[in-house]
C-alpha cells in the first residue's frame, strides 16, 4: 500500500537538508550544512570553510536570516588590556 503524499508545509520543518537544495541551491545548502556542523561561526569563517566568495556568502546568510533558518548573534569584542 502506498503511502499519502505528505505535507508540503511540513517539508521544511523535517527535512532541511533535503528541502535547501531546493529552495535556495547548492552552495546555501552547504552554508546551512556548515552551520550546522560548526554551530557558531563568523562571516569570514563562513565564506572560508564553504569556498564561497565574500559577497555571495553574505547575500546567502541573508536569505536564510530573513526567511529564519539561522540566527544572528552579536559579539562585541572585549578591549585588549593597556600596557603599562
Known amino acids: 500500500m ?10 521544511p520543518r523535517r527535512r532541511p537538508l533535503i528541502y535547501f537544495p531546493l529552495r ?3 552552495r546555501c545548502a552547504r552554508i546551512f550544512r556548515l552551520l550546522l556542523r560548526k554551530k557558531h561561526l563568523e562571516q569570514k569563517q563562513v565564506e ?8 555571495e ?3 546567502m546568510l541573508y536569505k536564510m536570516l530573513s526567511e529564519n533558518f539561522v540566527s544572528l548573534q552579536v559579539s562585541v569584542p572585549t578591549p585588549s588590556p593597556e600596557p603599562g
Open 2 to 11: 502506498k503511502r499519502p503524499l505528505e505535507d508540503p508545509a511540513a517539508l
Open 24 to 26: 535556495f541551491g547548492s
Open 48 to 55: 572560508d570553510f564553504a569556498m564561497i566568495p565574500a559577497k
Open 57 to 59: 556568502a553574505k547575500d
